[in-house]
């Protein structure tokens, strides 16, 4: 079955500086990577995705890139602001298969 | 619309007493997935359905965790002789067919002591 495996576990950066989360993947036919933010107490939200079709993908201050040799994923998030403090999971799923969630980021943004 | 519901949103129990949880995924959703999150933890896979096909049961972590879907809409999952380590949070996630994005639950906190 599919592995995914996330670094750093914690991570805390400045506001305004960037965040980049980093996760790998074991299955080569996974074919879908989320990505979700988890607020505490809150249930996971979905930030963005990307597809196996594509490399990169960016809403606003958030990007994901896609290298599907190395199999590996990138969450990036520019200009960082408080609000952005949160526990962040990757995911990676192979088609009509179950989901495989990362360990999880902490992430902390300081004012 | 509504989204994914889950009850009860708490539960305590006794150590050694079943528990029922019920998911009420996104109409329409043929996909549903139990997840267990511990405190502090990430999202542990226990089980997929997919429409009519027999469910993914490769993370029930032991037989003591089963689950139903009904006519492929509520789920229920089941916890029997339950023990202080199966204390987290269950959440339930739908997900259509032609879409992969998964819709969370609140969750169900559960409290064995």
């Known amino acids: 079955g599919e592995n995914v495996e996330q670094h750093p576990s914690t991570l805390s950066v400045q506001e305004g500086d960037s965040a980049v989360i980093k996760c790998t993947y074991s299955?080569?036919?996974?074919?879908?990577f989320p990505w979700y933010k988890q607020e505490l107490g809150k249930r996971p939200q979905l930030i963005i995705d990307?597809?196996?079709?594509?490399g990169e993908k960016k809403d606003q201050r958030i990007a994901v890139t896609l290298n599907k040799t190395a199999k590996h994923f990138s969450l990036h998030i520019t200009e960082t602001q408080p609000e952005d403090s949160a526990v962040y999971f990757c995911?990676?799923?192979?088609?009509?298969?179950?989901?495989?969630f990362g360990a999880g980021t902490r992430l902390t943004v300081k004012p | 619309g509504a989204g994914v519901s889950q009850s009860p949103s708490n539960k305590v129990t006794e150590k050694g007493k079943d528990v029922e949880l019920r998911c009420d995924p996104i109409s329409g959703h043929t996909a549903l997935y139990w997840y267990r999150q511990s405190l502090g933890q990430g999202l542990e896979f226990l089980i997929y359905f997919q429409g009519n096909s027999a469910p993914d049961k490769s993370g029930l972590p032991s037989d003591r965790f089963s689950a139903e879907r009904t006519g492929g809409s509520v789920s229920t999952l089941t916890i029997q002789r339950t023990q202080q380590e199966d204390s987290a949070v269950y959440l339930c996630?739908?997900?259509?067919?032609?879409?992969?994005?998964?819709?969370f639950g609140p969750g169900t906190r559960l409290t064995v002591t």
């Open positions: 990307i597809r196996s079709n594509v």
């Open positions: 299955d080569s036919a996974s074919n879908y």
């Open positions: 996630a739908s997900s259509p067919d032609t879409n992969y994005e998964q819709y």
């Open positions: 995911a990676a799923r192979v088609w009509n298969n179950d989901m495989r």
